[in-house]
């Protein structure tokens, strides 16, 4: 009967000590949720940034291939002349011509090598009357970053059958691909125009989520048309 007629019930320290237990084992069940979510998240935006990356590889491979079998319009130098040799010679803008323009989506505003990364890219041809493709990133935190370098080994005069020798009638471009989050200054990572971007340190930034380098190569029109004398490297 003593026992029955026991109703002090549970002390304040024991409740407290129930509700921090409580709020302990919810605080650590938020986090792992959090961080799996977020870990999830990574490598969804991953596979996506990596198939827009295939699909800017396909588009630039295919265009190239186009350049390759170009040839001079009656009467007019056409675009893949002014990318060739002919730009390089006769033009104070050679390194500026590169194999398409880079645009930013949302105003179709030109981009250069030091301008932030989109969330919507475009790539038109230079003469500006075709669309080649246009890209948007899996999420309005993420941008894209696209740059080009022409012909980075032009100014060696080296033999033939060395790593970056170069025919007489070929341009190559290296592409460089880079996606992230938040903000990144690109002139520490870009010393120049047409200049390599620094990939190692760009893939060790916290905020790089995804990058990819390929090189591709097209025709030199005016060079293969004789009117340009070549030596055979570059």
Avoid: C
């Avoid at 990318?83 to 981009?111: F, T």
């Avoid at 007489?168 to 460089?176: E, G, L, Q």
Wanted: charge should be neutral; hydrophobic fraction near 35%; proline fraction near 2%.
């Amino acid at each position: 009967m003593k026992d029955l007629k026991d109703e002090t019930g549970i002390t304040l320290t024991e409740l407290l000590a129930v509700i921090i237990l409580v709020a302990m084992v919810t605080t650590l069940v938020a986090t792992m949720a959090s961080h799996v979510f977020t870990i999830r998240n990574i490598q969804e935006y991953k596979v996506k940034t990596q198939t827009i990356a295939n699909s800017l590889y396909n588009v630039l491979n295919t265009y190239s291939n186009e350049l390759l079998i170009n040839q001079k319009q009656a009467g007019g130098i056409t675009d893949t002349q002014s990318l060739g040799e002919s730009g390089k010679y006769r033009r104070n803008d050679w390194e500026d011509k590169q194999i398409v323009q880079l645009l930013d989506g949302s105003n179709d505003r030109p981009l250069t090598f030091d301008s932030d990364g989109v969330e919507k890219l475009k790539l038109v041809t230079h003469e500006g009357t075709r669309v080649l493709s246009t890209y948007q990133t899996p999420s309005p935190k993420i941008k894209m970053k696209v740059h080009f370098v022409k012909n980075k080994h032009e100014k060696q005069v080296l033999k033939q059958g060395e790593t970056n020798y170069r025919d007489s009638f070929s341009v190559d471009t290296t592409v460089y691909i880079v996606f992230y989050k938040g903000t990144i200054n690109w002139t520490a990572y870009i010393p120049g125009k047409n200049k390599p971007m620094e990939m190692d340190d760009v893939k060790k930034d916290k905020d790089t989520i995804y990058t990819r380098v390929f090189d591709i190569t097209y025709r030199d029109d005016a060079k293969s048309a004789g009117e340009v004398a070549g030596n055979g490297r570059w």
